[in-house]
T-cell receptor, first 110, second 112 residues
Framework: TQLLEQSPQFLSIQEGENLTVYCNSS?????LQWYRQEPGEGPVLLVT?????EVKKLKRLTFQFGDARKDSSLHITAAQPGDTGLYLC??????????FGDGTTLTVKP | ETGVTQTPRHLVMGMTNKKSLKCEQH?????MYWYKQSAKKPLELMFV???????ENNSVPSRFSPECPNSSHLFLHLHTLQPEDSALYLC???????????FGQGTRLTVV
């Protein structure tokens, strides 16, 4: 079984600060997905990274896939209260075989 | 219409009740999934359907019974549940063998 470990588990910061969360594994993944989940809602897909070393940007969010395709990071610049939520990484051969990490709960205070 | 719709959003049921969760997707996908999300646990994949055929059943107790009448609809029939089954139940869909899943808003289930 391919396991994904996310860190930190919880993160509380002030509006305007920068942050990075991590998704690590000892296994190689063909791709990794990042999702954001707000309380009481389902996860919403943010991005998929496929190529080792790939960097993708989504407004203030920057996603990077490790060169060896075993890890990924999500960096948020100038965090806003609207960024609050649970950030999940997932990876697997295809959606029906994906493993999800435990998630990082981010709170951005005004 | 939203991509994946789940009803009801909230459900409280007794341990002797029978209820069903419904999921409908409008994305033209041909794979659908049920997940369970409990506090302090990773998302757990329960069932996988490809083209209406169940292809995965990850050791889920028989008190959970899925049904997939067509590629757009998925049900989860519940009976004689236990309090520890209280959780957020999420439906998702994808292209068959696709790597990206699209989730519904979930059903918050409380078993009393």
């Amino acid at each position: 079984t391919q396991l994904l470990e996310q860190s930190p588990q919880f993160l509380s910061i002030q509006e305007g600060e920068n942050l990075t969360v991590y998704c690590n594994s000892s296994s190689v993944f063909s791709s990794l997905q990042w999702y954001r989940q707000e309380p009481g809602e389902g996860p919403v897909l943010l991005v998929t990274v496929v190529t080792g070393g790939e960097v993708k940007k989504l407004k203030r969010l920057t996603f990077q896939f490790g060169d060896a395709r075993k890890d990924s990071s999500l960096h948020i610049t100038a965090a806003q209260p609207g960024d609050t939520g649970l950030y999940l990484c997932a990876g697997g051969e295809y959606a029906g075989k994906s493993t999800f990490g435990d998630g990082t709960t981010l709170t951005v205070k005004p | 219409e939203t991509g994946v719709t789940q009803t009801p959003r909230h459900l409280v049921m007794g341990m002797t009740n029978k209820k069903s969760l419904k999921c409908e997707q409008h994305l033209g996908h041909n794979a659908m999934y049920w997940y369970k999300q409990s506090a302090k646990k990773p998302l757990e994949l329960m069932f996988v359907y490809n083209f209406k055929e169940q292809t995965e059943n990850n050791s889920v107790p028989s008190r959970f019974s899925p049904e997939c009448p067509n590629s757009s609809h998925l049900f989860l029939h519940l009976h004689t549940l236990q309090p520890e089954d209280s959780a957020l139940y999420l439906c998702a869909s994808s292209q068959r063998q696709g790597i990206e899943a699209f989730f519904g808003q979930g059903t918050r289930l409380t078993v009393v």
